[in-house]
């Protein structure tokens, strides 16, 4: 199973096409921008949670290695680096392996970048595993979370997000976002979303528990931020059972 194809080419020249762009935060990812910390919020309490560490630590992931999938350029591989975390970031694309590195080295920041298929990476085990806003662009879903359950250390923790399959997330993500220019046009494929039972399932096939999904909701009045609303994006941590 971790041997089968889960990158898309198309996707991956999709993606890369943007390399130039990623870390402008008005550019084309700057939805990216602000969901980044929605997201790290919820990585450092569940990093909190998981090794029973102080939410004053300035370095919770001191000593530990932290595995990203489909980083991009490196939006979250850096500020796991700033959390104390032997980082290795992996991407289909080239292009955005590049620009990571590139951006990486300018913030004086030592993390492995590497571009391919983890199955046949030679990485080492990881306590912290993530893959944001991933699962919904691979070929071979259950290859992938395969992939990254045999990265994850024993005791570690895996962090994925990932849009949910409802008519809301078809409306505001697929047909208004694009339309509108927040996101590239042919960035998401509504077909491919996740819900959040399936994403369980997917999980359990890989001998891992998944917690209670955290929804990721916008409101004019509070942009992106963490909810019990699971309709547009949700995230989760899953760890071996």
């Known amino acids: ?3 089968a194809t889960t990158i898309r080419p198309e996707e991956a020249t999709h993606f890369g096409a943007l390399a130039a762009e990623w870390w402008d ?3 084309s990812s700057a939805m990216l921008h602000r969901l980044n910390p929605v997201r790290l919020s919820f990585i450092r309490d569940a990093i909190d949670l998981h090794w029973a560490g102080s939410a004053e630590a300035r370095l919770p992931l001191d000593g530990k290695r932290a595995l990203d999938l489909g980083c991009g350029a490196g939006l979250l591989c850096e500020p796991l ?5 032997q980082v290795t970031g992996v991407d289909a694309a080239p292009e955005n392996i590049a620009a990571a590195r590139d951006h990486a080295e300018a913030m004086g920041l030592a993390i492995d970048y590497q571009q391919g298929e983890v199955a046949e ?3 080492p085990s990881s306590d912290l595993v993530c893959a944001m806003e991933v699962i919904e662009h691979v070929a071979d879903k259950q290859a992938f979370v395969a992939a990254l359950a045999n990265q994850l250390a024993s005791d570690g923790l895996m962090v994925l997000s990932t849009p949910n399959r409802t008519a809301r997330s078809r409306l505001l993500l697929v047909e208004a976002a694009e339309r509108l220019g927040a996101i590239p046009r042919g960035t998401h494929v509504w077909d ?3 819900a959040p039972e399936e994403l369980s399932d997917l999980l359990g096939g890989a001998g891992l528990t998944m917690s209670e999904p955290k929804g990721i909701a916008w409101l004019p009045t509070k942009g992106l931020h963490l909810s019990d609303d699971l309709a547009l994006n949700y995230i989760v ?3 071996r059972a």
Do not use: S
């Not at 680096?81 to 975390?85: D, K, V």
């Open 25 to 27: 935060a008005k550019g």
């Open 1 to 3: 199973m971790t041997n």
């Open 237 to 239: 941590t899953a760890q």
């Open 81 to 85: 680096a700033r959390l104390g975390a």
């Open 192 to 194: 491919d979303f996740i």
């Open 121 to 123: 990476l030679d990485l």
